[in-house]
């Protein structure tokens, strides 16, 4: 029989939330640690964000994760966000404390940093000049672990030039905003290519462009995961890059929330990947 009192709760809030792998990933941990909860799915719409998130400690809940639409609005509905989380501009990650209040984290570009550390020991987000490809929420939660963790030059570049701007006034001095047009050009003397949009996305049309000018010895990451393997990746591969999916990522952001609700840093096994990849 469950014990109440050690029952784990913790979710996904999002608008749509079904295509989330998260519930995947953290009842494989549940699991595998002998711990008795269960993470759930949450599909929360924008005007009841707020009563969603006040009901969580009533229902028991440790926390939740926080995906589209929602993870910018959920911000200001907090008792208090950490500094990553405001550099970031969103908030992935709610912890329900001891007292009842909401505390606001952000572990995406973190777990991107360590995605790559994982494919390339010893990388380091300070090794050369990085391009970043998009300007959305994951785009500033990858500026801001590339500036944490000692990156000196950031090129941002995004169809919107504007949103590139915004991303670059708020690290004055590391980051430099590009037009969409030139992006190939960025790219000469880059130690990192990162895409933060969604093309090339399952359903999406490739991301359009040409990495002729990439040095051959530059990392390359794409946050997609579905599917595992871009257009973009397969070029960069093909050229001899050495290319990153984003799946590293989704596994890697989830471990800092799990450990807060559960107790436990969980392990990235060979196990829990083959558990997500059955789900694409
Ligand atoms: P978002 O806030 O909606 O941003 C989307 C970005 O894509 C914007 O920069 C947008 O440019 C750009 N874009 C859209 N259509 C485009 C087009 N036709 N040509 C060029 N650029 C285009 O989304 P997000 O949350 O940042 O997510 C971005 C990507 O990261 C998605 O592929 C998502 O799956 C991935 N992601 C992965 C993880 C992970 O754990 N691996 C986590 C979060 C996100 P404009 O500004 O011009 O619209």
Redesign the pocket.
Known sequence: MLRLETFGLAGIIGWPVQQSRSPTIHNHWIERYGLTGRYVLLPVRPDALEAALRGLPALGFRGCNVT?PH?LAVMPLLDRVDGLAQRSGAVNTVTVEADGSLSGSNS?GA??VQSLVDAKPGWMPGAGPAVL???????RAVVAALAAGGAREIRIV???LE?AQEIAAAFPGTVTAYR?EDRAEVLAAAALVAN????G?AGK?PLAIDLARLPPDAVVSD???SPLETPFLAAAKARGNMAVN??G??LN?ARPAFAGWFGVMPEITAALRRAVEATF
């Not at 490809?133 to 785009?139: D, E, S, Y």
């Not at 933060?196 to 093309?199: K, L």
Request: avoid cysteine.
């Open positions: 589209m993870k995406d777990g991107w490809l998009g300007a959305g929420g994951a785009a995004n169809r919107t949103k969409w933060a949009t969604d093309q996305m049309p946050l997609i995961y984003g799946l990522m989704l952001q």
